[in-house]
């Protein structure tokens, strides 16, 4: 004699349970689902760019290359 509004378990019917969430709870349900979504990203797109042919940008120097050779004596302008 089970309550048919009680709210279902999730390990006795998973299927019945998603369905039964995603329409009480909306917000719970679709943010599980993002969330869900971020590691299998991780190893879905990568490959998936490399087909499409993106490659991998430069990286940003992190300091200004030195001249080679000496450098040139200021004048004027003495301060």
Known sequence: MSNPKAAPLFWAGPLRY???SSRERP???W???VGAM???MMVVVPPA???LGYEKREFIPMTY???TGPRKQVSGYDD
């Open 18 to 20: 998603l369905r039964w």
């Open 27 to 29: 917000a719970f349900f």
């Open 31 to 33: 943010s599980v689902v």
């Open 38 to 40: 971020g590691p299998a």
């Open 49 to 51: 760019r490399r087909a």
């Open 65 to 67: 290359p030195i001249p």
